[in-house]
């Protein structure tokens, strides 16, 4: 079956997302609280002393990484990170404005911050998936998309400071939480929704789930149930 989506444009001058000036709005936010959390994060590791360049690499991985992924998969022209000069940018400021207040940041602050990172995951879920629709994929490959999409970063991150990901360890409602969100957005267009109403229903699911699961502390459990427990890191 020949797709009739119109292939996104690539160019600066035509970074085409599926609602507008909002869907924009979001996925520049994502990426600044990607590259924040990121820095925190790595400022915060009691493994190793990063340094600057330690640092930012890091935030910049954590915001960008799984957009990047996605885009060298569909292999419509250079990732959007590196076509639009805002996306890097963005990322830049959320890695130096964390590394900045890495040592002072209060409680309230923290849950504001994985407030906004629990409705980027909802948000990257369906715009990966979004992406892929446009560019001819079909369901499966476009929900694999969306969960790359919102994950892949923190994967990148985790590897490249020594780490199992923690998406593959027994832990928090994140990977999951992504994958329902896109899982969502998909069954609405399936059943031909409007865009954005299967935006919005896919967006929140992911953020909703993802809220659900830091308020009442739902956790997956370890397939292998023999041997000593070991602690997470």
């Known amino acids: 079956m020949t797709a009739t989506c119109e ?106 911050v ?17 992406r892929a629709l446009n560019n001819g994929m079909t369901i499966l490959p476009a929900f694999l998309l969306g969960v790359t999409t919102s994950v892949g970063g923190g994967c990148i991150r985790d590897v490249l400071s020594g780490r199992t990901p ?11 939480a992504a994958a329902f969100g896109a899982a969502m957005f998909l069954l609405c267009d399936a059943l031909k929704l409007p865009r954005e109403v299967s935006t919005i229903v896919g967006s929140l699911c992911g953020f909703g789930l993802r809220l659900l699961a830091l308020r009442y502390h739902w956790q997956t459990r370890s397939i292998r149930t023999d041997g000593p427990e070991i602690p997470k890191r």
Request: glycine share 12%; net charge positive.
């Open 114 to 130: 994985i407030f906004i990172d629990a409705a980027a995951l909802g948000l990257f879920s369906v715009s990966g998936s979004t």
């Open 7 to 112: 292939p996104l444009q690539w160019t600066r001058s035509k970074v085409n997302l599926p609602i507008d000036k909002l869907f924009s709005l979001i996925d520049f936010l994502g990426v600044f609280v990607g590259a924040f959390g990121g820095a925190l994060a790595a400022v915060r590791d009691t493994r190793y002393k990063y340094d600057l360049v330690g640092v930012t690499g890091l935030a910049l991985t954590s915001a960008l990484g799984g957009g990047i992924t996605r885009d060298l998969i569909l292999q419509k022209g250079p990732p959007l990170a590196f076509a639009d000069a805002r996306y890097l940018i963005t990322a830049l400021a959320g890695a130096l404005i964390g590394m900045l207040f890495a040592q002072r940041i209060g409680k309230n602050t923290e849950r504001a």
């Open 166 to 176: 923690k998406i593959f360890e027994r832990g928090e409602l994140y990977a999951i």
